[in-house]
């Protein structure tokens, strides 16, 4: 429903329209401005980024020895720190790349979930802005999802009438469902959700 139906950043709602913009990236930061949830977002996907960049730089070769090179170049007078340069540069190096990918998917590039040596074949690993999103969505607790949801509901059903208040449309549902196994053998399922 959400990726259906709620904006976000590169998918913004028609101008002039109350509430936020991205709506999506509000579920994640929960912040009332547009700039703080893009912000937040941001840091996020740069960790991600950063985590699979990072385990990229360990599996090249080339790259580690020229980070070797350079920490005991600058580590030539205080040798001890030589392997603290060596993992700074790294952190570095994939933080820079990080960047990289996250402005391309601001772009609206795609950029792999997971890069391996070689790059070649990747691509069909590859996820856009708003499937990054979904992912940072899934990482978010139900609860919170459940009630920024319904103020992005309440903000949008406001643009109609001014005065609507989710909660005081919902106090309880109970929701069953049924359905069977490849065995043919039925199940039941019965939630109850309470909103006080």
């Not at 599996?59 to 070797?68: G, R, T």
């Not at 992005?152 to 919902?170: K, N, P, S, W």
């Amino acid at each position: 429903y959400v990726m259906d139906h709620f904006a976000c950043y590169g998918k913004q709602k028609k101008s002039g329209a109350m509430g936020l913009n991205y709506e999506m990236e509000y579920l994640i930061g929960g912040k009332s401005s547009d700039k703080q949830n893009l912000e937040i977002v941001t840091a996020e996907l740069l960790l991600i980024r950063e985590i699979d960049n990072y385990l990229l730089l360990l599996q090249d070769e080339a790259k580690q020895l020229e980070a070797h090179g350079i920490a005991t170049a600058a580590a030539s007078l205080v040798p001890w720190m030589e392997p603290v340069v060596y993992q700074a540069l790294l952190i570095y190096w994939a933080y820079e790349e990080s960047v990289q990918d996250v402005q391309a998917l601001f772009r609206g590039e795609t950029v792999p979930l997971v890069k391996s040596l070689p790059l070649e074949g990747v691509r069909e690993f590859s996820l856009g802005y708003e499937e990054y999103l979904l992912l940072l969505l899934l990482m978010q607790s139900r609860e919170n999802l459940v009630m920024r949801s319904m103020d992005v509901i309440e903000l949008f059903i406001r643009e109609e009438d001014a005065g609507f208040q989710m909660d005081a449309c919902i106090a309880q549902a109970c929701m069953n469902g049924e359905f069977y196994d490849k065995y043919n053998k039925k199940y039941m399922i019965s939630k109850e959700i309470r909103y006080d």
